[in-house]
């Protein structure tokens, strides 16, 4: 019954959004006017921001580039602090920039970006370049671009001056492609900040003009192993013998691709090494074992991720994969740890409501409906530490394609529209009554 209402709600708020779309006001059109104005300003500063190496471990690097956006969002009325992370982290930390004018009367809005990149300061690629309407470089997109849409938007209404009686928090974490162990400690200002908000905005890639992200699936990682005894081969499968730990480790593997399957879960096998004497680095993810075709073996490690959409299919699948590992083979055992890293953003009705606001400032800027993109076609992102506190929206940054790749690219034929939408997103809900 509850799913039933679920999808009856969702229809009638797209069919509601569909029909009831608001024309573009006078301000909105200002607004508009501003970004068109600031383009070239743009896509200036985001040169300037991509030729800095920001790779997660830059600590240097990825202060650098937050000093600059710093001073950006400084200058139009954001107060800028730096939440530094302990030493022992090897993170550079993360610039929040917060704007609080008065006593609220809309929505409290809390934007996500990322200072970082997967490009470190030995990485190749480092240089932005331009060809035509095309951009490439490290993080153009995934994510200095996003960035950038999050300050010029929000600097189209401050000049508006429609940034009155409204809290803002602009949230750019310095590690978002490799989180900091703990979590706990890495991602506590960010979900302190939501909790102080209404709705969270995610700048992350966005999948096209017609989509936008309700819901993003968790990642977390899982190792199990397996032991067996060490003997002659040819008594394996005897009663004194049993079966090894690669047959143990084979019979869990086959047992988890026959079992578990089921919508929107992903658990990838990606690393295996077994035999006599075994090992296996985590930091590098790499192994290496010895063992000789007549010794049974005595040890098999496998590492793999697992990806869920919500906490309840998460604690499930986690049950039935401890309950496949300890049903073990005759003179074997097996053990599973599990590291669930990022948590879900699970597809609420709230969202929804975001993403009707959204629809409706994209067909009022004559660009078409917006859909609800597939969570399984997504990875996942910092908005998810978030979406349990808050309703929110993610997918909404720039348009390319090849990211962590030297491929790495923008379409800038989209790059204005992107950024108009966002700010005309960002104006309507903090008009809108909490």
């Given amino acids: 019954m509850k799913v039933i209402k679920f999808i009856s709600f969702i229809l009638f708020i797209t069919i509601s959004a569909h029909l009831h779309a608001q024309k573009l006001t006078q301000i909105e059109k200002k607004v508009i006017k501003l970004i068109d104005e600031n383009n070239n300003q743009a896509i200036d500063l985001l040169e300037k921001v991509v030729n800095i190496n920001s790779g997660s471990l830059n600590v240097l690097g990825v202060k650098k580039v937050g000093d600059i956006f710093a001073d950006e969002f400084k200058a139009i009325g954001f107060k800028p602090t730096w939440f530094e992370m302990p030493e022992t982290m090897g993170r550079a930390g993360h610039l929040f920039c917060e704007l609080n004018t008065g006593i609220v009367k809309g929505k409290k809005i809390l934007l996500i970006g990322h200072l970082d990149t997967v490009f470190e300061e030995n990485s190749l690629f480092q240089i932005f370049k331009r060809d035509s309407m095309v951009v490439y470089g490290p993080g153009v997109t995934d994510m200095k671009g996003g960035d950038i849409i999050i300050l010029f938007a929000l600097k189209a209404l401050h000049d508006a001056g429609v940034l009155k009686n409204t809290q803002i928090i602009v949230a750019y974490s310095g590690d978002e492609e490799s989180a900091g162990n703990p979590t706990s400690i890495s991602r506590k200002d960010l979900i302190d900040a939501a909790k102080r908000s209404d709705i969270a905005l995610g700048f992350e890639g966005a999948t096209g003009l017609n989509y936008a992200t309700v819901a993003r699936r968790s990642s977390g990682s899982w190792r199990l192993e397996t032991s067996g005894l060490r003997a002659h081969s040819a008594g394996v499968f005897t009663e004194n013998v049993g079966a090894g730990a690669i047959y143990e480790m084979a019979r869990i593997l086959n047992l988890f691709y026959t079992e578990l399957p089921e919508q929107n879960l992903t658990f990838n096998a990606a690393t295996i090494v077994g035999g006599t004497l075994v090992d296996f680095d985590e930091t590098q993810s790499k192994g290496s074992s010895f063992g000789k075709n007549n010794i049974v073996p005595q040890k098999a490690i496998a590492n793999g991720d697992i990806r869920c959409l919500t906490e309840e299919q998460i ?36 969202n929804y409501e975001v993403l009707k606001v959204l ?6 800027m004559g660009q078409g409906n917006v859909d609800a993109y597939d969570p399984a076609k997504r990875g996942a992102g910092d908005i998810s530490f978030v979406a349990k506190y808050v309703d929110g929206l993610d997918g909404l940054g720039t348009m390319g394609g090849d990211s962590h790749t030297p491929k790495e690219n923008m379409d800038l034929t989209h790059f204005k529209d992107l950024t108009k939408r966002a700010a005309l997103l960002i104006y309507r809900l903090i008009n809108t009554k909490s």
């Fill in 359 to 364: 629809d409706g400032v994209s067909q009022a």
């Fill in 315 to 350: 604690n499930n699948t986690v049950e039935k994969m401890k309950v496949i590992v300890a049903k073990n083979l005759p003179k074997t055992s097996a053990s599973i740890t599990f590291d669930l890293k990022y948590p879900p953003m699970a597809p609420t009705i709230g």
